[in-house]
């Protein structure tokens, strides 16, 4: 029971951060200090993961015949934690390192492998991953983007949604429906897609929060050839399963402000019987927040453990987004409310924190509905981590064209 | 990274397990619970015993076995998982740790090998009344090396063999060794919320009472034995939450309603998955505050307090859910349940309610930060 490097990885700690400090240096050097969604802001991210893979940073547990690092999980983990602390992170290559290019290794032939997966290691170019749709959120197989063949091209119609970075990517992973006369999860094929195609069209979706980090994307008649399909005709959700796998390792916590700030913020303000910091329905608060943030990081201690034990990390990690977007939620409601009227502020320049407060009440809703609802997540829990039986599926042995349909 | 039981700690944990299994199944516990006049179960404490894990960390010296404390982690949720009827935590968690972190050589040499043997049962007297202890107003004096007072309730009181008693003296809090057998106590055996563990009224009329630490910091040193028993009961609790779940979850795949399993109804689910969730958190605080224990890390008293909210909060939700999903047969006296339900507000009682416990972790966290 300890959480001390053991001495192969505290060598390798020690590697990491000092190639961190000079590159990290380096790096601000050239890029300084860039907005968040801007172009420079972008330049500075491909740069940065450019320089990575050079040094054999990025994509750690990938064999550096392809491009990786040819590490261990292990030595991923410790990396992304320096990473951290060196105050660099961009968020830009997460779904298509994480999710779309390990779907297009197992998936493809060895000629597509070569010509994606360096270029998307050293960030040249951004995958997005197209599964949501209006009318399958939760439900992604009820999913209705059409995909018919025609010689040898597929042409393909229809809608995808909550695409994250859309607009920015270069390359996608299409699910589609190439056969709507049998039940939903069999009549769906597999595609990787350019996103720069004319027929392709990306609407950038205002959020409650107030950016715009997703999209709407729209076919009309976008023709791909076979070669691009991943996995065999009506296999899609074979394909997408290892996608959305592969989703719970990448989509991880959150960030923003937590127990620290809030207690910093609780020192600052004046209660209504004095100090807020000395209120003792906040203190109970803060007590449970720091339980839950500190038992979150010890569980991702336990999941590095059994990393290095060489054991694969299962479903249990599931637990990290309930508990981190819930409390994003709450601890942001009770900043807020701790301002009293002076919390309905978001202006940076004037709300205590920069608004930190405020813009995470805003996103947190989001987070809680982001790469698996907490619904979803608890169904995940109790499903394959508990044992218990699936839901009970309805629509299981109808033909997609029969299904039910509401909005 | 070793955020983990070794294997040989896991090797031991099985082991305990397949011990209580066999040694401490629900008629032991119900053996207890049904009979008034029984305060704990004397076979099993007696077996526990010679198993030597009353003197798991006992050093070699004082005829233990010198483990670690994370070896008596893993004991504890096991006894916790079992719900054992034994006043293990007073006599190990507390006599024991209080003994080994402030006594003198003497003193230890007097009663550590007694613990070990399984010849000495101990317990804590704080409390005087309801609400928090507080060191300021404590009725229990020490004159002239007697003891006078009243502590009223005692874990384990009705049988213990010797107290560690917090009293005043010069108008200080001071923490003094009695023994319960001597002239001048007087016990009475009270009723509580978890029969399985006795509680006592202990009435001292100028009883010889041996100081242990320094004068005056009687109140300093129960905190420090309670952050050390705070580590050990969390993994007790664990235990208990983790038997809950499993209990509820069997039950729910069994039981049929409306054509179905139970368990197939998200309602059922996400309250399961919510079980699960909360002894996943009170798990990972528990093996933080089992490294900080192991190590004596300045830490402990944060680690320790988080331990103990986290897993006070994961048993309460865990054995009162339970009885929910077993739904009307889960409110009887046959089924389990309420077995863990009891034990889940003694566990989290016994060291303090969890209140006390969050105010102690902010005001940690206020000190650390000041620092």
Redesign the interface.
């Known amino acids: 029971?300890?959480?001390?490097?053991?001495p192969e990885?505290a060598a390798y700690r020690d590697k990491a951060r000092a190639w961190l400090a000079e590159n990290a240096a380096a790096h601000r050097a050239q890029f300084g200090d860039v907005k968040a969604n801007t172009p420079e802001h972008m330049a500075a991210a491909k740069a940065w993961q450019a320089r990575k893979a050079g040094a054999g940073y990025a994509c750690i547990t990938w064999p550096a015949a392809i491009g990786g690092g040819g590490g261990t999980p292990?030595q991923s983990v410790i990396f992304g934690q320096e990473e951290t602390k060196a105050g660099l992170s961009y968020g830009y290559f997460t779904i298509g390192l994480g999710m779309c290019v390990p779907t297009v290794m197992a998936f493809s032939n060895t000629e597509t492998k070569q010509r994606f997966v360096s270029p998307a290691v050293k960030g040249e170019e951004i995958w997005c991953q197209l599964f949501s749709e209006p009318a399958g959120g939760s439900d992604v197989a009820a999913l209705r983007t059409r995909a018919i063949k025609d010689g040898d091209e597929w042409v393909i119609n229809g809608q995808k949604v909550w695409t994250t970075g859309a607009h920015y990517c270069d390359f996608g992973i299409l699910l589609t429906r190439t056969d709507p006369d049998v039940p939903k999860h069999k009549g769906l094929t597999m595609f990787w897609i350019d996103m720069r195609d004319a027929a392709v069209e990306c609407r950038p979706i205002h959020q409650m929060s107030g950016g715009r980090e997703f999209n709407e994307v729209y076919f009309t008649d976008l023709r791909v050839k076979d070669s691009q399909r991943l996995g065999e005709v009506g296999d899609g959700w074979k394909v997408a399963l290892v996608t959305l796998m592969n989703e719970r390792l990448a989509v991880g916590g959150s960030s923003g402000p937590n127990y620290r700030e809030i207690?910093g913020l609780a020192r600052e303000l004046t209660g209504a019987t004095g100090p807020a910091?000395k209120d003792?329905a906040f203190?109970?608060k803060?007590?449970?927040w720091?339980?839950?943030s500190?038992?979150?990081?010890?569980?991702r201690?336990?999941t590095?453990?059994?990393l290095?034990?060489g054991q694969t990390p299962g479903p249990?990690s599931s637990?990290g987004k309930?508990?981190a977007a819930n409390q994003m939620q709450e601890l942001a409601n009770t900043a807020v409310e701790m301002e009293d009227q002076y919390g309905i502020l978001v202006d940076p320049a004037q709300a205590p924190a920069e608004a930190a407060f405020q813009q995470s009440l805003m996103w947190a809703p989001g987070l809680r509905i982001a790469g698996g609802t907490d619904?979803i997540?608890?169904?995940i829990?109790?499903?394959r981590?508990?044992?218990?039986?699936?839901?009970?599926r309805v629509d299981k042995d109808v033909a997609f064209k029969d299904m039910p349909t509401g909005r | 990274m070793d955020f983990d039981f070794s294997d040989d700690q896991k090797f031991l944990k099985d082991e305990a397990r397949k011990f209580l299994d066999g040694r401490c199944g629900p008629a032991v516990v119900r053996g207890v619970l049904d009979d008034p006049a029984r305060s704990f179960d004397k076979d099993l404490w007696a077996a526990v015993a010679e198993q030597g894990w009353l003197g798991a960390c006992i050093p070699e010296e004082f005829n233990g076995l010198g483990l670690g404390r994370v070896e008596l982690c893993a004991i504890a949720e096991e006894l916790g998982r079992a719900v054992a009827p034994i006043p293990f935590a007073s006599t190990v968690y507390f006599l024991a740790e209080g003994v080994m972190l402030a006594g003198s050589q003497d003193q230890k040499a007097t009663i550590l090998p007694r613990i070990a043997a399984g010849e000495l049962i101990g317990c804590l007297a704080t409390s005087e009344g309801p609400g928090v202890v507080n060191a300021s107003n404590l009725a229990c004096r020490v004159e002239g090396g007697k003891l006078t007072g009243v502590k009223i309730p005692v874990t384990d009181g009705d049988v213990a063999d010797m107290a560690l008693v917090l009293a005043s003296e010069a108008g200080k809090a001071g923490l003094y060794l009695v023994d319960l057998t001597a002239k001048g106590v007087s016990r009475e055996t009270l009723k509580s919320l978890d029969p399985t563990r006795s509680v006592a009224k202990l009435t001292f009329d100028g009883v010889a009472a041996e100081r242990i630490g320094e004068a005056g910091a009687g109140f300093d040193l129960v905190q420090a034995i309670m952050d050390r028993a705070a580590v050990l009961l969390a993994f007790e609790q664990l235990g208990g939450s983790d038997k809950c779940l499993e209990m509820a979850k069997d039950y729910a795949l069994g039981r049929y309603a409306f054509g179905r399993v139970i368990a197939g109804y998200q309602a059922i689910k996400h309250k399961l998955a919510d079980m699960y969730v909360k002894n996943e958190v009170a798990r990972s605080n528990a093996y933080y505050g089992a490294w900080a224990l192991n190590v004596d890390a300045p830490e402990l008293p944060i680690a320790a307090s988080a331990a103990r909210i986290a897993a006070s909060d994961a048993f309460w939700f865990s054995s009162k859910e339970s009885i929910q999903v077993h739904g009307g047969m889960g409110f009887t006296w046959d089924v389990d349940c309420h077995l863990y339900y009891r034990r889940s507000r003694q566990l989290s009682l016994v060291a303090g309610a969890p209140r006390v416990w969050k105010e102690r972790l902010v005001s940690q966290l206020e000190q650390k930060n000041a620092a």
């Not at chain 1, 029971?1 to 053991?6: H, I, V, W, Y």
């Not at chain 1, 981590?385 to 009970?392: A, E, Q, S, T, Y």
């Open positions: 029971m300890d959480f001390n490097d053991s990885e292990i207690m910091i003792n203190r109970e803060l007590a449970d720091y339980v839950q500190e038992g979150l990081k010890f569980t201690f336990r590095m453990t059994a290095s034990r249990e637990i309930i508990i619904e997540l608890k169904n829990i109790a499903e981590v508990l044992g218990l039986p699936g839901d009970v």
